[in-house]
């Protein structure tokens, strides 16, 4: 099997795609329902209780078999098995991309018993500590886990921690500190007791900046509330690939869960990067987590590419982005709880996607990842809203709810769901100026209030949006919903030609931190540094001067 490595633009399909855009710019939504009474039918796909609607989306059969056509000449299902399969896919590290075998979706039976220790590792942890059986240094049962780890090591459990609050096992509390401002970890010490706390640092390198210097500051808060360096191993934990380095800490050796390079930081929630997940709600729902991702593994793996979830979403998003010219696309779930969801998308998207060279290492021309952004439904129609309903820029939307509520009153979630419903309806179909003005007159409005007033509250319409439902919020759909867009990135990053796996550009800004650090210490700027960076060194430098 060879991974492809085919600039979309080399593809006969490109020429067409392109030509058949123009067309598409001034699509009309209402028209499209009104000539296909089966638009749904056409233009949806059901996974199990997942169900991906793309029918409110500038497309035709026409225009998605050319898109079809252009992920087959960019042979994508020889990428799809050369991921499955443990082909060293991630060639600018060298590596494989094996997150997949974490829930159980690798043939290979060496990875799936390296995969399946791991897991008893954390099972027994995390079955112990809900029993009471880890205990801190005045022997009182652990009940306080504080997870120091950031982007990955952060993003994943946190915003699934934050999703499935209602499954959480009583008694116990999970927070996450993260940002290298001490005042992220100093409002979660304020509502510790150390006796009762444990910290798991979780950093698949063990060398980031932020969470080292969360750690020490941790063990110091910790040595400073009495707990003493020889009992200092039962209260903290670590989950790296570096277990020398976790070990070098003071972590002893059964509190040291690790992972294999194959896992990519940002895909990294499925391995024991999870664990505090697995604190939060118990080993059993993590189980169901990781099957609800192995069903979108399989369902990405063997279905045809017409009838993919992942591979229409991946094929939408460059369709809008790369021909139609929209730079952004948002996601809005409607579920409290997955108030993380659009933070945690945007590492996995932006940080895989987000490159300009291709995969020949050439200069790309195209489009490649958008920024996604979001917030949760229905906050979000009182805030930014108003730009998609009448805005003058393309944003294409993913609207996703739960069928059932599991933390909510009945009632209340049959509100929020008639909103999310009424949200995509009225962005495709929005109000006629006409309409506007009889319902003005009806109102007895004046002829002047209607001049005055009516163009403003006319909607374009024509506003596209996918919605994606599932029946329940739960680990097992949780799971899978993750995995679907896990899988639509790695589909763009093929199409567009790129390689999704590595980040280098996060380096720079990490080294140039670095020596500026080293110039603040030593009270001396570095001449070689511009007018503005000067002025702003000088600024933090010198309290007096602000
Ligand atoms: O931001 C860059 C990055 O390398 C991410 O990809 C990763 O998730 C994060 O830093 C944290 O890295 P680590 O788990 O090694 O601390």
């Known amino acids: 099997m060879s991974f492809p490595n085919i600039s979309p633009e080399d593809t006969t399909t490109w020429t067409s795609l392109i030509n058949m855009s123009r067309g598409y710019r001034n699509f009309s939504l209402s028209i499209a329902f009104s000539e296909d009474p089966d638009r749904f039918k056409n233009f949806h796909v059901r996974h199990e209780g997942f169900l991906f609607d793309y029918s409110k989306n500038f497309l035709e059969a026409i225009a998605r078999n050319y898109l079809l056509d252009l992920a087959r000449e960019c042979q994508l299902s020889d990428a799809i098995e050369a991921m499955f399969t443990g082909e060293a896919i991630n060639r600018t590290e060298n590596r494989e991309v094996l997150h997949v075998a ?3 979706s690798s043939d290979d039976p060496h990875i799936r018993d390296v995969v399946a220790s791991q897991l008893s590792a954390m099972k027994e942890f995390v079955n112990k500590l809900h029993r009471g059986e880890i205990r801190g240094f005045k022997g009182n049962p652990i ?5 120091i780890g950031i982007g990955g090591s952060d993003l994943g459990p946190a915003m699934a921690c934050e999703a499935l609050r209602p499954f959480h096992v009583p008694g116990f509390k999970i927070s996450f500190v993260s940002n290298v401002d001490g005042a992220h970890l100093r409002t979660v010490l304020k509502e510790a007791n150390v006796e009762e706390t444990l910290f798991i640092i979780a950093s698949k390198t063990f060398t980031t900046q932020e969470t080292m210097m969360n750690a020490h500051a941790a063990k110091a808060w910790y040595l400073s509330q009495g707990g003493g360096e020889e009992n200092l191993h039962l209260h903290f934990a670590a989950i790296s690939t570096n277990i020398k380095l976790a070990n070098q800490f003071g972590v002893k050796q059964d509190f040291i869960f690790g992972f294999e390079d194959w896992v990519g930081g940002r895909y990294s929630v499925w391995s024991s990067i999870g664990l505090s997940l697995a604190c939060a709600i118990g080993f059993e729902r993590f189980q169901e987590f990781l099957n609800g991702a192995h069903s979108a593994d ?3 793996r063997y279905s045809s590419a ?7 979403m991946a094929l939408l998003g460059i369709w ?5 010219g929209a730079e952004t696309q948002a996601v809005l779930p409607y579920a409290h709880h997955l108030s993380k969801f659009p933070e945690w998308l945007q ?4 940080e895989s996607n987000g490159k300009q060279i291709g995969r020949d290492g050439l200069r ?3 489009q490649t990842g958008p920024v996604i952004w979001g917030a949760t439904g229905t906050n979000g129609q009182h805030a930014f809203f108003q730009l998609l309903h009448q805005g003058s820029i393309l944003v294409p939307c993913d609207f996703i709810a739960a069928a059932r509520p599991v933390d909510s009153d009945e009632r209340q979630h049959q509100v929020l769901l008639s909103n999310f419903i009424a949200q995509t309806e009225a962005l495709y179909k929005g109000k006629t100026i006409e309409a506007v003005i009889s319902e003005m007159r009806a109102a007895g409005k004046s002829s002047e ?3 005055h007033l009516a163009p403003h509250r006319v909607f374009r319409g024509d506003r596209p949006t996918s919605t994606i439902l599932i029946p329940e919020l739960n680990p097992y759909y949780l799971g899978m919903l993750m995995a679907m867009y896990e899988h639509k990135v790695f589909v763009q990053g093929i199409i567009w030609n790129i390689y999704s796996f590595d980040q280098w550009g996060v380096e720079l800004g990490k080294v140039l931190a670095g020596d500026i650090l080293k110039e603040m210490d030593e009270g001396k700027i570095n001449s070689n540094h511009d007018s503005s960076t000067r002025a702003i060194m000088e600024y933090v430098m010198n309290p007096g001067m602000q």
């Open 306 to 312: 017409e009838k993919n979830i992942p591979v229409l």
């Open 347 to 350: 590492q996995v998207d932006m």
């Open 143 to 147: 009940r306080h886990i504080v997870n």
């Open 449 to 451: 209030e209607i001049d």
């Open 364 to 366: 790309i021309n195209h």
């Open 102 to 104: 974490l829930r159980g």
């Open 298 to 300: 399989q369902h990405f």
């Open 320 to 324: 809008y982005g790369t021909f139609l």
